[in-house]
């Protein structure tokens, strides 16, 4: 009984963690749309768990023991890069398990800049700056790119399933490439439209088809300025954007407020879930809808 207890606890802490045998080579990435991106080519060889369960918000998350028991584990350690925890699991990493491959699947992404700030305290001080864009993951064409960096390391980790690494991923860039080509004709034939987004996470995807993202707010759980909803509103009506993308941790009363204005289509997004291709559609589907 303690046992099985032992083992839900386990299943319910890691909710990035899949039904496989124990014997299973375990790889770990940071978050569900990278391991949705990496399983497409690791198939069943391998055992991909994630460090971000789902729901968990990546701004303030902590590695937990059971996360850093997984990298211990684990052949390899797939980073999606520019996402702000990862420098702390690295430095847990290098003292922890300091021959561990390291991996950045975002390796070779043109990253965006000027729609993201950090914040850390220096001489008693916060301090803000710019960082890249860390949401590469939201776009099919950079999706291809950390496939191919993927396959790449999966075959230096795992030789012998090599044949089959190429195989899925020929299928799975195959199926990118008709995602891509299918989401380019939608969007071009509905006028390359503009949208508001609460939280700017769809910088990539908004660049790939030349669409215009309109951000009314900043960080995901924190209110937005008036000046920033009252440019929102301006630059929606100016450009027409009649379809608003926001994530679960807005605050319903500000979403309200603004969309009163505004009165565009809400459409919930969650840009971290683990139905990665699922996700993108369901954003094309929602600009496409007319």
Known sequence: MILSLAVAVMAIVDGCV???????????????PQKYIVEQIAGDRLDVRCLLSNGANPETYDPTVTNMMNLDKS???LRI??????????????????????????????????THTHYHAHDGETVEHATPDPHTWTSVKNARVMAANVLSALKEIDPANTEDYN??????????????????????????PSFIVWHPSLSYFARDYGLTQIVAGGSENK?????????????????????????KDIDNRQ???????????????????????????????????K
């Open 18 to 32: 899949g039904n496989t045998s124990q014997s299973t080579k375990i790889v770990t990435v940071t978050l569900p």
């Open 75 to 77: 052949i390899a350690y």
């Open 81 to 114: 890069g520019n996402v702000g925890f990862e420098d702390a699991v690295l430095g847990k990493i290098s003292h922890a398990n300091p021959s561990l491959p390291i991996y950045d699947i975002s390796e070779g992404i043109e990253l965006i800049s000027g």
């Open 167 to 192: 195989e899925r991923y020929e299928r799975f860039v195959n199926r990118l490439d008709s995602l891509d080509s299918a989401f380019s004709s939608r969007l071009e034939a509905a006028g390359a």
């Open 223 to 247: 209110e937005s300025s008036v000046t920033a909803v009252r440019q929102a509103i301006d630059k929606a009506t100016e450009t027409g954007a009649d379809v608003f993308f926001y994530q």
């Open 255 to 289: 979403l309200a407020a603004l969309n009163s204005s505004i009165k565009a289509t809400e459409v919930n997004i969650n840009p971290l879930s683990a139905d990665w291709e699922d996700e993108m559609i369901k954003i094309v589907d929602a600009l496409t809808a």
